[in-house]
């Protein structure tokens, strides 16, 4: 069927272009999974060598003109470092979350162990003590599970002396356990199940968002921990782990978000280069405050965006005219200068040849959404019908070669709506030839 139809076109420059955004995406989420995992501590050599190595084969790809494996790829690629990066983070958060309750229990058995050997009969060892007492009040001490473990240990003679009552005795067996030769402290069974919820969230502000972003919790749960009052201190735990949770959730949104709009403003500086925009700059600069504020960040992403899709429009819609030009060129159509122009300028254009004359191809619509218009035109009103058909008839080869040229040069040109050969008159435009100017002499006006 050769009456007028309705295509879709997609180049291959902007397949290219495609390709090559997924390629730049990729470059980004790679150096971020890169720097995270460094920072915290989980990412060893050989990982990083093999994620160059399969980053280096996908950006092979492009060379090897491998675009529609490209396109299935690199974005699976993306989404893997996104969640391996989750997954590494929450082991470094899990480490840090068992490094701080430890540390409790260390503070707390230290706690239970002064206690002990002051109820005991032979006077403690003074430096000991001291040095407990520091452990106990969360002082950094060097060598603190050690001080703990002589503790013990001076505890553990003492309970084989007759000078110890039952009841010391049996609290010593609560806060020892001998292992391999030495004592160590004994985890608490009883240990306030809120603590250890509170420790994961301060550990994950720690370790994701710096030592800052957990100062004024830490400072809150000093207080609490120091209220005698059970009921208070209840209350005020439950109100901890709420503020906490929320806190850790809009970290973790905002870092998300910080990230999207670098992300955007590279991409955007990208294909623009710095001369074409001042937004990437604009960016770069309120990323680097203290504290961006988010709504800001929002509009600085929806700018980004918009300006992204309006240069690949752009560069796509060239592309689509060029392209449908060059290859009714090839077909014998004549293509004169400024005709992409015209065509961009009044939304359509009509070409005519010297093969067939009083008749040409009408093609329009707006390249930008990728769909065409195309159909073969009378330039006379007083026309043979029956030759309109034979004309029709015709274009409907040389339609079927155009897509064909627009394949081999890496594109694709698809139907998504067509009429039969005669099933409506063909369509009469009169084509100005003033002379003014060769814009004017390829806009047209259609008759009925």
Known sequence: MSGPKVVRIVTREEILAICEGHLHRLAQAFERWRAQAERIGELDAAELAATGARHERLRRMLQDDQLTALQNEVPAEIEFLSRDLAQREERAVGKAAQARKSQRNLRENAASLLRSLEAGSSSPDPSLVEALQSIASGRAIVDAQAIVAEGFARLGHDTRSESLSDIQRDLARKLQVERSGRWVAE??????????????????????????????????????????????????????????????????????????????????????????????????????????????????????????????????????????????????????????????????????????PGYGVEVGGRAESGRLQVRAVSLSGTHDRARDRDIETIWCGEFTRLRSLIAERGGELTIEKALAIGEVPLKVVEVKQDGNSEASEFSTKSSS
């Open 187 to 356: 985890e608490h069974t009883s240990r306030e199940p809120r603590l250890d919820h509170i420790d994961h969230h301060i550990a994950q502000l720690q370790t994701l968002h710096g030592a800052s972003a957990a100062d004024s919790f830490l400072r809150r749960l000093e207080i609490i921990e120091r209220d005698p009052h059970a009921a208070q201190r209840n209350m005020l735990l439950d109100s901890l782990v709420l503020d906490l949770a929320s806190a850790t959730a809009e970290h973790q949104t905002r870092r998300s978000r910080l990230a999207s709009l670098g992300t955007l403003a590279s991409e955007l500086e990208t294909l623009l280069g710095q001369a074409g925009s001042a937004l990437p700059a604009q960016v770069a600069a309120y990323l680097a405050e203290p504290e961006p504020d988010m709504q800001q960040v929002d509009a600085f992403m929806q700018q980004c965006t918009d300006a992204i899709q309006h240069e690949l429009h752009r560069r796509a819609a060239f592309a689509r005219r060029r392209a449908v030009l060059d290859g009714l060129a090839s077909l014998g159509y004549e293509v004169r200068e400024g005709m992409e122009t015209a065509w961009a300028a009044a939304g359509s254009v009509v070409l005519r040849k010297m093969a067939t």
